[in-house]
C-alpha cells in the first residue's frame, strides 16, 4: 500500500490556484527569500529597501520588500515547507521567474563551523511539500550552473562559500541522534526546514532557483548547541550579497 505522499500528479490542474500578491506597482521578476527579519528591517531603516506591499494576516503578514530601482524583491517567506511554498507560489503568480534564498542551518559535521557558507547542490527530501511537486524520490538536485555562479559570486563579496548537502525536515524537535546519524552518513552537512521544498515548486513552475545557508546552531557533538547563531553579523552580509547577485541572475 503506496501512503498519499506517493500518490504524485504530474498534471497542473489544482482546483485552488495561486493569485498574485497585491502590492503598488508590478512585482520584481527577481526575489530574495530572507530568513533574517532583522536585516530586512536594517535596509529599509536606511532607506536601501522601500515596502512594496504585504502577505495576507491569516499566513503571518510579513513585509514584501524591494530595491529603489524595482529590480529586486525581498521578504521573509515563513519557516518551515509549507507556509513558505505557499508564499513563494503567490510571487511565481506574481511574475517572479528567479529565486534566491538565504537561510541559516543546523549544522550535521564539524567542518561546517559557525558562521561558514554553504550553496546547496543537493537536499534530503525529509518533508512532505516537495513530494507535492515532484515524483517521490530521497534528493531534489539544484542547478549546477547557478550552484557554481553563486559560489563564485559570494567569493567577489568577500565570502567564502561551498557546494554541499542539506537535510531538509518538516521537524526540528524529531531530530533525533539515529536520524542525524543516519543524515551525515549520507553526505548531509546542515539540516534547516525549507531547501528541499521551495526547490521542488520552482522546479516545478520553471523558475530559476538556489539556496545559501550559512551555520547556525549545532547538532553533531554530544548535546543541541545554540551559538547565538541568531545575532550573527553573517545575515546582514548575506542579504546584501544576495540582492547584488540576485540584480545579475
Same mark, same amino acid.
Given at each position: 500500500?503506496?501512503?498519499? %505522499?506517493?500518490?504524485?500528479?504530474?498534471?497542473?490542474?489544482?482546483?485552488?490556484?495561486?493569485r498574485?500578491?497585491?502590492?503598488?506597482?508590478?512585482?520584481?521578476?527577481?526575489?530574495?527569500?530572507?530568513?533574517?527579519?532583522?536585516?530586512l528591517?536594517? %535596509?529599509?531603516?536606511?532607506?536601501?529597501?522601500?515596502?512594496?506591499g504585504? !502577505?495576507?494576516?491569516? /499566513?503571518?503578514g510579513?513585509?514584501?520588500?524591494?530595491?529603489?530601482?524595482r529590480s529586486?524583491?525581498? !521578504?521573509h517567506?515563513?519557516?518551515?515547507?509549507?507556509?513558505s511554498?505557499?508564499?513563494? *507560489?503567490?510571487?511565481?503568480?506574481?511574475?517572479?521567474?528567479?529565486?534566491?534564498a /538565504?537561510?541559516?542551518?543546523? #549544522?550535521?559535521?564539524?567542518?561546517?563551523?559557525?558562521?561558514?557558507?554553504?550553496?546547496? *547542490?543537493?537536499?534530503?527530501?525529509?518533508?512532505?511539500?516537495?513530494?507535492?511537486?515532484?515524483?517521490?524520490?530521497?534528493?531534489?538536485?539544484f542547478?549546477?550552473?547557478?550552484?557554481?555562479?553563486?559560489?563564485?559570486?559570494?567569493?567577489?563579496?568577500? /565570502?567564502?562559500?561551498?557546494?554541499?548537502?542539506?537535510w531538509t525536515?518538516?521537524?526540528?524537535?524529531?531530530?533525533?541522534?539515529?536520524?542525524? *546519524?543516519?543524515?551525515?552518513?549520507?553526505?548531509?552537512?546542515a539540516?534547516?526546514?525549507?531547501?528541499?521544498?521551495? #526547490?521542488?515548486?520552482?522546479?516545478?513552475?520553471?523558475?530559476?532557483?538556489?539556496?545559501?545557508?550559512?551555520s547556525?546552531?549545532?547538532?553533531?557533538? #554530544?548535546?543541541?548547541?545554540?551559538?547565538?547563531?541568531?545575532?550573527s553579523?553573517?545575515?546582514?552580509q548575506l542579504? *546584501?550579497?544576495a /540582492?547584488?547577485?540576485a540584480?545579475t541572475?
Amino acid at each position: 500500500m503506496t501512503i498519499p %505522499l506517493e500518490e504524485f500528479d504530474d498534471v497542473d490542474d489544482s482546483v485552488h490556484r495561486p493569485r498574485p500578491v497585491t502590492i503598488n506597482g508590478s512585482f520584481p521578476d527577481t526575489v530574495v527569500l530572507c530568513f533574517f527579519h532583522e536585516a530586512l528591517e536594517e %535596509l529599509r531603516e536606511q532607506g536601501r529597501l522601500i515596502q512594496i506591499g504585504k !502577505f495576507s494576516d491569516e /499566513i503571518g503578514g510579513a513585509g514584501i520588500f524591494a530595491t529603489l530601482d524595482r529590480s529586486v524583491a525581498a !521578504f521573509h517567506p515563513g519557516v518551515g515547507g509549507p507556509l513558505s511554498a505557499h508564499c513563494l *507560489e503567490q510571487v511565481i503568480a506574481s511574475g517572479v521567474r528567479s529565486v534566491l534564498a /538565504i537561510g541559516g542551518a543546523g #549544522a550535521l559535521v564539524e567542518e561546517f563551523s559557525r558562521d561558514d557558507v554553504m550553496v546547496v *547542490e543537493s537536499a534530503v527530501r525529509d518533508e512532505g511539500t516537495s513530494f507535492h511537486y515532484l515524483p517521490p524520490g530521497r534528493r531534489v538536485e539544484f542547478d549546477p550552473k547557478e550552484v557554481q555562479r553563486i559560489v563564485s559570486g559570494l567569493a567577489q563579496h568577500g /565570502i567564502s562559500a561551498r557546494a554541499g548537502t542539506t537535510w531538509t525536515t518538516d521537524a526540528d524537535f524529531r531530530e533525533t541522534r539515529a536520524r542525524v *546519524e543516519r543524515r551525515r552518513t549520507e553526505g548531509c552537512s546542515a539540516v534547516e526546514m525549507e531547501a528541499a521544498s521551495l #526547490a521542488a515548486v520552482c522546479q516545478f513552475r520553471g523558475v530559476k532557483y538556489a539556496h545559501v545557508l550559512y551555520s547556525g546552531d549545532a547538532l553533531h557533538g #554530544a548535546s543541541w548547541s545554540e551559538r547565538a547563531w541568531t545575532t550573527s553579523t553573517r545575515r546582514g552580509q548575506l542579504l *546584501e550579497a544576495a /540582492i547584488a547577485l540576485a540584480c545579475t541572475s
